[in-house]
């Protein structure tokens, strides 16, 4: 049987990751706890500007013309993350900038390219010989939703977590990409 793409990451891999990350790329490492806290997808993480970054309400609005589902909705920052976008100091730039538009700065007045984290991610993991076990920057969402699901969250609460809508085996919501 083929290997799916996506894999969820193995406990140990996710460690290397992380790890290597920590040590070698803090943009692609920040870029990553986003999606793994959030589950906001790559595509959406590109294009997120800090006008929709609520830090008094704690929340991240994706804004419906980017979203997958096409619909606004408010994702909770968890406080771990919290953190970290602490340490960006947002309220010091222009609200139109985007959150993860450099490596540099992290913050810029420009987007980032379309495969700018995945191509910082590969590399990762060609140093890390992890290149073949079919990670992508998704791995990181699947794992947060595995992770959900065997902390008690139900399907539902997954689904909501992922702005999905339910679907009858609630199977899709928790793996789509």
Known sequence: MPTQSHQVFTEPDFKV??????????????????????????????????????LEDNTITIPGVVSKNKKSIPVNIDVSLRAELDKLQIEKFDREYFLLGSADTFISHK??????AYNRFKKCLEATGLL??????????????????????????????????????????????
């Not at 070698?24 to 906001?40: A, E, H, P, S």
């Not at 987007?111 to 700018?116: H, P, R």
């Not at 992508?136 to 992922?162: D, M, P, Q």
């Open 132 to 177: 073949d076990k079919n990670y992508t920057l998704y791995s990181f969402k699947h794992l947060s939703n595995v992770r959900k699901f065997r902390a008690g969250w139900t399907l539902a609460e997954i689904c909501s977590a992922n702005r999905h809508g339910r679907t009858a085996s609630g199977v899709h919501c928790i793996i789509d990409v």
């Open 17 to 54: 990751i992380m790890d290597w990350l920590d040590k070698n790329d803090k943009y692609c490492q920040l870029f990553v706890r986003m999606i793994y806290y959030t589950c906001i997808r790559p595509k959406e993480l590109r294009f997120l500007q800090l006008k929709y970054i609520d």
């Open 111 to 116: 987007m980032c390219a379309e495969n700018y």
